[in-house]
Structure formats: structure tokens, C-alpha cells
């Protein structure tokens, strides 16, 4: 355990460091796009009868009230310290309402939309990419070029299309948004049965390009465990097939879990498109509004969860790896 201790704490300063480091890049990039926030809310709020006096104290309240009337490292200190407080400011384009409470609602629907379909999309995606390896013949010859037809559509691309045929022209299911605007969101069957009717687009849009990608992937490192030595004595032993492929499915798919690993950790971002082609109300569809109406908390608060999440899955993947692998196993032994 004494290696596996130095291991860990290891792996924990350089995912901290890259926290900081994210929390750098968080604060500075917004400033770098072109524009002034504060005039686009100002010039929202006044007409252009209002005298420029009055406008000028107005623009200068809202510079106080968001601290943009301070030194540049100022703000930057004071930004640090309240994400340590969980305080993730407020919003410019939504004031007076925090970013806490606005991403703290979409988060839990790009989490539902994101989550089951990344599952579904990678354990229907091995299952398949491994019977193509194992069967080959016109199954295989069937999955890969339609698993690989697949992949190659970009996230929006198929969702503009499954958009477009069962929501516009067949009808089937709405364009658009995460519940009809007539309905509360409330705990009933009624908004329950509404919000999967919503849901069903964007969902069976992920799963599919998750299915493509998955299957390639798993049918490669598959057919690359079928060719291995020691499939080969294995048989030689008479070992019966269906153990083998227990076997290869075993180590084919550990880099799988690398790639699911850091799907999950990338879902917010991943959602961005989807959320934005199907106007679902996630985290993605705040980032974007963030960016185009300038509003620094915003982009601040969905960049840094989705940091966050990347690193945590990625940290947590690093400490099941050196538990499990081998190889990480041998190298603490010696280091320790």
C-alpha cells in the first residue's frame, strides 16, 4: 500500500495543478472575446432617449456591482475565492439570478439526457463491435461499414437530420426544448410522459454515434486480442471458444472503459450541439448563450464544471488503473 500511497498523492498534485491551472484559463479566455457585457445590458434596459448621464451611472453601478470596476488581479483573486465558496457569481444576461441556480437546474437535465445515452450507447457499441470480431463473415461485414457510416456523422449532423424527418416532416415528436412551455414542471405523469416524448431525439441521437464509435473500437481491439499468443495456446489446450472470447472480451475491453471513463467525464461539453440543435435546457445550451451574450459568470461557471468533471473522471480512472493493472501494481511494488 506504501507504493500505491506515493502513487496516489502523486497523481492528486498534478490533477490539482491542472485545477488551478483550468482555473486561470477559466477566468482569462472570456476576457478575450471582443465586446463590453455591461453596455449590451445597459443598452437592453435604456432606449436611446435616456440622457447619457443617467446611462453613464447606471453603467458605472453594474461595473461595481459585478466588480468589473477593479483592477484586472483583483477580480481574479476574488473570482478564486468564491468558487472555493461555491459562490459561482451572477449572471449578467439573467440579473439579478446566480449562475448557482441556473446551472444548478440544467445540469441535472444534461446529466438525464447524457448519462443513460452514453450507457446504452457503449454497452450495445461492445457488444456488437465484439461479435463482429468474433463471427466475422457477413457479420461482421454488416456492423463495421454501418458502424463506421455512423461514426463518421458529427453530433449535429445526425441530430439536424433525425430533427428534421420525425420532428418536422413525419411530426412524430416536438422540435424543441426540454417540456411543452404549457405545462409546470411538476412530480406528475402528465409532465413525466411530456419530457420523454422531448427526450427521445436527443437521446437516440448520442446512443447512435456512441454505438458507431464504440463498435469500431471494441471490433479492432478485439481482433487484435483473437491474434494474440495466447489465444492461440489456449486453443491449442483445447480450452472451449466460449471461454476464450470471455477472455479477449476481458482485455479488449479495458481501453473501452478508459474511453467511457472519459465520456462521462466530458458529457457537458459533449452536449453543447446536441443541446443547442434540439434547444434542450443542459448546461451546453447555457454555455452557448453565455458566449453569445458576453456573460463572463456564465461561461466561468459551465467551463469550470466541465473541467471539473473531466478531471475527476480521469483522477478517479487513474486510481481504479493503479488498483487493477498489473503493470502500475509492479511499478509502485519497486518504487515503494
Same mark, same amino acid.
Do not use: C
Given at each position: 500500500?506504501?507504493?500505491?500511497?506515493?502513487?496516489?498523492?502523486?497523481?492528486?498534485?498534478?490533477?490539482?495543478?491542472?485545477?488551478?491551472l483550468?482555473?486561470? /484559463?477559466?477566468?482569462f479566455?472570456?476576457?478575450?472575446?471582443?465586446?463590453?457585457?455591461?453596455?449590451?445590458? @445597459?443598452?437592453?434596459?435604456?432606449?436611446?432617449?435616456?440622457?447619457?448621464?443617467?446611462?453613464?451611472?447606471?453603467?458605472?453601478?453594474?461595473?461595481e456591482?459585478?466588480?468589473?470596476?477593479k483592477?484586472?488581479?483583483i477580480q481574479?483573486f476574488? =473570482?478564486?475565492?468564491? %468558487?472555493?465558496?461555491?459562490d459561482?457569481g451572477?449572471?449578467?444576461?439573467?440579473?439579478?439570478?446566480? @449562475?448557482?441556480?441556473?446551472?444548478?437546474?440544467?445540469?441535472?437535465?444534461?446529466?438525464? /439526457?447524457?448519462?443513460?445515452?452514453?450507457?446504452?450507447?457503449?454497452?450495445?457499441?461492445? /457488444?456488437?463491435?465484439?461479435?463482429?470480431?468474433?463471427?466475422?463473415? %457477413?457479420?461482421?461485414?454488416?456492423?463495421f461499414? %454501418?458502424?463506421?457510416?455512423?461514426?463518421?456523422?458529427?453530433?449535429y449532423?445526425?441530430?439536424i437530420?433525425?430533427?428534421?424527418?420525425?420532428?418536422?416532416? +413525419?411530426?412524430?415528436?416536438?422540435?424543441?426544448?426540454?417540456?411543452?412551455?404549457? +405545462?409546470?414542471?411538476?412530480?406528475?405523469?402528465?409532465?413525466?410522459?411530456?419530457?420523454?416524448?422531448?427526450?427521445?431525439?436527443?437521446? &437516440?441521437?448520442i446512443?447512435l454515434?456512441t454505438?458507431?464509435?464504440?463498435?469500431?473500437?471494441?471490433?479492432?481491439m478485439?481482433?487484435y486480442?483473437?491474434?494474440?499468443?495466447?489465444?492461440?495456446?489456449s486453443?491449442? /489446450?483445447?480450452?472451449?471458444?466460449?471461454?476464450i472470447?470471455?477472455?479477449?472480451?476481458?482485455?479488449? @475491453?479495458?481501453?473501452? &472503459?478508459? #474511453?467511457?471513463?472519459?465520456?462521462?467525464?466530458?458529457? @457537458?461539453?459533449?452536449?453543447?450541439?446536441?443541446?443547442?440543435?434540439f434547444g =434542450?435546457?443542459?448546461?451546453?445550451?447555457?454555455?452557448?448563450?453565455?458566449?453569445?451574450?458576453?456573460?463572463?459568470?456564465?461561461?466561468?461557471?459551465?467551463t469550470?464544471?466541465?473541467?471539473?468533471?473531466?478531471? %475527476?473522471?480521469?483522477? &478517479?480512472?487513474?486510481?481504479? =488503473? #493503479?488498483?487493477?493493472?498489473?503493470? &502500475?501494481?509492479?511499478?509502485q511494488?519497486?518504487? #515503494?
Amino acid at each position: 500500500m506504501k507504493g500505491f500511497t506515493r502513487y496516489f498523492f502523486q497523481k492528486l498534485f498534478w490533477y490539482l495543478l491542472a485545477f488551478f491551472l483550468a482555473l486561470f /484559463l477559466n477566468f482569462f479566455l472570456p476576457r478575450l472575446i471582443p465586446g463590453d457585457p455591461i453596455s449590451v445590458i @445597459v443598452s437592453k434596459m435604456m432606449s436611446g432617449t435616456v440622457a447619457s448621464e443617467t446611462q453613464e451611472r447606471v453603467y458605472q453601478s453594474f461595473m461595481e456591482e459585478f466588480g468589473l470596476d477593479k483592477p484586472l488581479p483583483i477580480q481574479f483573486f476574488n =473570482y478564486i475565492g468564491n %468558487v472555493f465558496r461555491g459562490d459561482l457569481g451572477t449572471s449578467f444576461s439573467l440579473y439579478p439570478l446566480s @449562475v448557482n441556480e441556473v446551472l444548478g437546474n440544467a445540469i441535472v437535465w444534461t446529466i438525464f /439526457l447524457q448519462f443513460p445515452a452514453i450507457i446504452v450507447g457503449w454497452i450495445l457499441g461492445n /457488444l456488437l463491435g465484439a461479435a463482429a470480431a468474433y463471427r466475422k463473415g %457477413v457479420f461482421d461485414k454488416t456492423i463495421f461499414p %454501418v458502424a463506421l457510416f455512423v461514426n463518421s456523422i458529427p453530433y449535429y449532423a445526425l441530430a439536424i437530420i433525425l430533427l428534421y424527418v420525425f420532428g418536422v416532416f +413525419l411530426g412524430w415528436f416536438p422540435i424543441g426544448g426540454g417540456y411543452s412551455r404549457t +405545462l409546470i414542471p411538476s412530480w406528475s405523469w402528465t409532465f413525466a410522459i411530456d419530457v420523454l416524448h422531448h427526450y427521445f431525439l436527443p437521446f &437516440i441521437s448520442i446512443v447512435l454515434v456512441t454505438i458507431g464509435g464504440q463498435a469500431i473500437g471494441m471490433r479492432e481491439m478485439s481482433i487484435y486480442e483473437l491474434n494474440t499468443d495466447y489465444v492461440t495456446y489456449s486453443k491449442m /489446450l483445447g480450452i472451449k471458444d466460449k471461454k476464450i472470447q470471455s477472455y479477449v472480451f476481458k482485455n479488449a @475491453v479495458l481501453p473501452q &472503459i478508459t #474511453g467511457l471513463a472519459i465520456s462521462l467525464g466530458t458529457m @457537458v461539453g459533449g452536449a453543447l450541439i446536441t443541446e443547442i440543435v434540439f434547444g =434542450y435546457p443542459g448546461v451546453g445550451t447555457w454555455l452557448f448563450n453565455g458566449i453569445r451574450q458576453l456573460d463572463y459568470p456564465m461561461i466561468q461557471g459551465s467551463t469550470l464544471i466541465i473541467a471539473l468533471m473531466v478531471l %475527476v473522471a480521469n483522477f &478517479i480512472l487513474d486510481m481504479v =488503473y #493503479g488498483l487493477i493493472d498489473p503493470r &502500475i501494481k509492479a511499478a509502485q511494488t519497486e518504487e #515503494g
